[in-house]
């Protein structure tokens, strides 16, 4: 969905520190290093155990060490993230309640929902994307198929008669954004996750679906189903010998969820300075970008202007695959 920025860690640590030194005032500076001198939460609009959920754990145990305050993660799951969104936006801007979210508050939600209770840009201030995870076509063992070329000329010779499952919104809005770029008609068919619709898969009730790759590794190594490309613009180092979705002749089959902090807005600015600054630094550590990865993540830090030109980016992709396929919330 987006083009995987490259910059270097070196590099955007370097932006991040240059940044923060251009903004810091004297008195800002004084609050900025008193912070934080109490607990810090960090709202998840998921339940516990889902992956964005697990991710951010694994960074508030590292910023409770850095910072030797608790760093709290409290689950706010319901309404596709909204209630987790509406309550940070209405939390005090002090730097002390951050909403750890994921790609559907932020960029699905925007164009899902006639009306949200927030508004993704005019509400928060954005401090740092942290990761990127690919998608992957997996396809039914019983198609015979090996290559995605071979998948989309399958389902162009047989229109209508296949079907490709969705275990969640973003896997839905990958599967039609294959759709349209390969110009094939088949069934979406929903699920709700995708682990429930492997079993699907590996009796050939549904042609192909496209998930995180963390669930495709998983569904992969049961032996029911092959990976035919990832959805972004490189190989997936997790998902070894599966082509980009380039390698495989589809170079608009990008397509990756992703999570990022975000602040109420009206925080100050060197509060947010340091709050990008010191979660880029936890997430870059050893121990951390190998927690990160095993996920199926990959580590994806920006500057919070960074983030805002992103998240803008994120919203008008999103539109444009939602409102051609007229995707809808049940």
């Known amino acids: 969905m987006t083009k995987i920025m490259k910059a270097g860690r070196r590099a955007v640590l370097a932006g991040a520190a240059s940044l923060g030194a251009a903004s810091l005032g004297a008195a800002g500076s004084v609050r900025a290093q008193n912070f934080p001198s109490s607990r810090v939460t960090l709202v998840v609009p998921f339940p516990p155990g889902a992956s964005t ?13 850095m ?13 596709n993230g ?6 940070v936006k209405n939390a005090r801007p002090d730097g002390y309640t951050l909403l750890a979210t994921s790609s559907m508050t932020h960029a699905g939600n925007p164009v899902l929902y006639d009306k949200l209770p927030y508004d993704p840009i005019a509400d928060f201030e954005p401090i740092t994307r942290m990761s990127l995870v690919p998608m992957a076509v997996l396809v039914t063992k019983k198609l015979g198929v090996k290559t995605l070329a071979e998948l989309t000329a399958k389902l162009k010779a047989e229109p209508g008669k296949h079907n490709f499952g969705s275990g969640a919104i973003s896997a839905r809005v990958a599967g ?3 759709r349209m770029q390969a110009g094939i008609d088949a069934v979406s068919v929903s699920y709700k996750n995708n682990q429930q619709a492997a079993p699907d898969l590996n009796n050939g009730i549904i042609t192909f ?13 049961s032996g029911w189903a092959d990976a035919l490309a990832v959805t972004q613009a490189e190989p997936y180092a997790a998902l070894p010998g599966v082509p980009s979705a380039p390698q495989a002749g589809m170079p608009g089959l990008i397509f990756t969820t ?7 807005k009206g925080t100050p600015r060197d509060i ?7 979660i880029i630094a936890a997430g870059t550590s050893p121990e951390i970008l190998a927690k990160l990865e095993n996920m199926g993540g990959a580590p994806s830090f920006t500057t919070p202007e960074g983030l805002m030109e992103f998240t803008r980016s994120e919203i008008e992709a999103w539109r444009k695959v939602v409102k051609s396929a007229n995707i809808k919330i049940e």
């Open 82 to 87: 909204i209630i987790a969104a509406e309550a």
């Open 209 to 221: 679906m496209i998930c995180d790759t963390g669930s495709a590794k998983m569904i992969l190594a």
């Open 272 to 278: 947010i300075v340091k709050l990008n600054k010191d």
């Open 53 to 65: 959920d697990t991710t951010m754990r694994v960074i508030a145990d590292k910023l409770s060490q």
């Open 258 to 264: 992703w999570s990022a902090f975000y602040a109420p």
């Open 176 to 178: 039609e954004l294959y």
């Open 67 to 79: 910072w030797s305050q608790p760093v709290l993660v409290e689950n706010k799951g319901g309404g």
